[in-house]
T-cell receptor, first 110, second 113 residues
Framework: SQTIHQWPATLVQPVGSPLSLECTVEGTSNPNLYWYRQAAGRGLQLLFYSVGIGQISSEVPQNLSASRPQDRQFILSSKKLLLSDSGFYLC?????????FGSGTRLTVV | AQTVTQSQPEMSVQEAETVTLSCTYDTSESDYYLFWYKQPPSRQMILVIRQEAYKQQNATENRFSVNFQKAAKSFSLKISDSQLGDAAMYFCAYDRLAQKLVFGQGTRLTINP
């Protein structure tokens, strides 16, 4: 069966520090992968999506970047975090029945 | 660009009663998918129900059903026999053939015992 792993679950980082969030998918090959961000009490905003290794599409100009070094690995990064980068980050992939989400990372920038 | 609108920020219902959550969307496409996702306090996104736009029959999953009105671009979720475990944020979402999922702002559902 397909599973999606996302870590860490929570993260507190100072302003100006780097960021690396990782997401991996098991049990499938060449999935479409997505990074979403959710501000408190609001809907999900698509940040990046990838249809294959090295192929990244950005939806929102921001302080973040994404990479897909392997088929089932998707990484969200930042060189210098801003206070506005705080939020709940979700990784997702598309399967036969729809989108499956990871358990999320709660990022607090202080 | 496609947009999804949920006009009810909050809803409440008595346990065992029925509640309907509203959703409208805007698209010029004819083939697409619509979803309802549930987000409990754990913040895990859980798929509740899916509707293919080419199907006229409304999707049903146990106590959850939808009223899909393609011409009106409306996609409401009906929860029958509401249970305490149904309390959560509910998000309506649109997808154009697995390109990307566009979400509404969500409806917070409270179940009163």
């Amino acid at each position: 069966s397909q599973t999606i792993h996302q870590w860490p679950a929570t993260l507190v980082q100072p302003v100006g520090s780097p960021l690396s969030l990782e997401c991996t998918v098991e049990g499938t090959s060449n999935p479409n992968l997505y990074w979403y961000r959710q501000a408190a009490g609001r809907g999900l905003q698509l940040l990046f999506y990838s249809v294959g290794i090295g192929q990244i599409s950005s939806e929102v100009p921001q302080n973040l970047s994404a990479s897909r070094p392997q088929d089932r690995q998707f990484i969200l990064s930042s060189k210098k975090l801003l206070l506005s980068d705080s939020g709940f980050y979700l990784c997702a992939w598309t399967g036969a029945y729809g989108y499956t989400f990871g358990s999320g990372t709660r990022l607090t920038v202080v | 660009a496609q947009t999804v609108t949920q006009s009810q920020p909050e809803m409440s219902v008595q346990e065992a009663e029925t509640v309907t959550l509203s959703c409208t969307y805007d698209t010029s496409e004819s083939d697409y998918y619509l979803f309802w996702y549930k987000q409990p306090p754990s913040r895990q996104m859980i798929l509740v129900i899916r509707q293919e736009a080419y199907k006229q029959q409304n999707a049903t999953e146990n106590r959850f059903s939808v009223n899909f009105q393609k011409a009106a671009k409306s996609f409401s979720l009906k929860i029958s026999d509401s249970q305490l475990g149904d309390a959560a944020m509910y998000f309506c979402a649109y997808d154009r053939l697995a390109q990307k999922l566009v979400f509404g702002q969500g409806t917070r559902l409270t179940i009163n015992p």
